[in-house]
């Protein structure tokens, strides 16, 4: 090969290289700042992940605000709830609320999980509040429409098994018919009587 072009193919070779690190920082950067929001009824379903951040969104429940002062950090910490209008979940949060923060209006934490004593917390670190009482993130207001067609496709089976004289299904119910489907089939002329 001839030096001219054993030179060319080098520096080639060292600038797709370093584009392709360059790509590896910049995907790696946005996926740390990559959170999903979640409602409350997500998380308590399940969807939100256990370990990892997200963002927790719905309106600041009325009458749920209280707040104390950490002993050892002297910060002010602050409880509250965070409800779509179908399941409410607690969250803690450690620092300066924003000053258009109040019950009643919107409202999106980044945070985690984490257990306490009395069940799971979201604790956040940081907490958004939105301009005015009247506006609602796309986002939020999407999760909590989602969360109440849930609950109502729920109730409308519960109410239609009623009025058909059906038992609703227990939990041992699911259980057993879960257990069943997992179960193999009698192979042809085996033991159990199968023809």
């Known amino acids: 090969m001839n030096p001219v072009r054993k030179r060319r193919l080098i520096t080639a070779s060292l600038i797709l290289g370093a584009g392709l ?8 950067a946005l996926q740390e700042n990559l959170t999903y929001l979640h409602s409350p009824s997500e998380v308590i379903g399940g969807a939100a992940p256990e370990s990892g951040k997200f963002r927790l969104g719905g309106v600041v429940l009325e009458d749920s605000i209280a707040s104390g002062r950490v002993e050892e950090t002297r910060e002010v910490e602050y409880r509250f709830v965070v409800t779509d209008r179908e399941e409410n979940f607690p969250v803690r949060y450690r620092g300066v609320l924003p000053d258009l ?15 306490e004593p009395s069940g799971l917390v979201f604790v956040a670190d940081q907490v958004l509040a939105r301009h005015d009482e009247t506006y609602m993130p796309a986002e939020v207001a999407d999760k909590m429409t989602q ?20 038992d609703l299904p227990t939990a041992e119910d699911e259980a057993g018919a879960a257990e069943k489907q997992a179960a193999p ?3 042809y002329g085996s033991s159990t009587g199968a023809y």
């Open 185 to 187: 089939a009698p192979a």
């Open 147 to 166: 969360a109440r067609i849930a609950r109502a496709r729920q109730l409308q089976e519960e109410s239609a098994a009623i009025r058909a004289g059906r």
């Open 101 to 115: 923060f109040r019950e009643g209006q919107s409202v999106i934490a980044r945070g985690r999980l984490e257990s």
């Open 21 to 28: 690190v360059a790509g590896s920082l910049v995907a790696l």
